[in-house]
């Protein structure tokens, strides 16, 4: 009787799930274009919430310049968006999101101005 009962608790135990399987997502667009002379558009979004929108040129430096954006939702339900620009002066996002700098304190600012004045008269710190 013991090992029916311990065949039925291994049967059991060997027919439950063995892992959850995560929602599937489905792709409401994805749109792609490359005139192969390094100009390109890409846009995609999903039905939970994740959208990215790119597109970029050659820039005279060599480099690649872009902008564009990308937005995803919180498990709370609010909505994170990003904007970015990416050229010859770097990446640079904006969005609400994003922490700020503190403005630097009055005395800060001073000891600052301070420190350029001597600098101007050929005064070096080392």
Known sequence: MK???LLC??????AAPQFISAPIVNILRDDRQDNGDGNFQYAFEADNGIA???SGTPGFQGQANMQGS???TLDDGRVVEVRYIADENG???QSDWLPTAHPLPLHAQEQIRFAEEQRALGITFE
Do not use: T
Request: aromatic share 16%; proline share 6%; net charge neutral.
């Open 3 to 5: 090992i029916v009962v």
């Open 9 to 14: 608790l291994v049967a059991v135990a060997a």
């Open 52 to 54: 990215v929108e790119s």
């Open 91 to 93: 990446f640079q996002p």
């Open 70 to 72: 990308y937005r995803y």
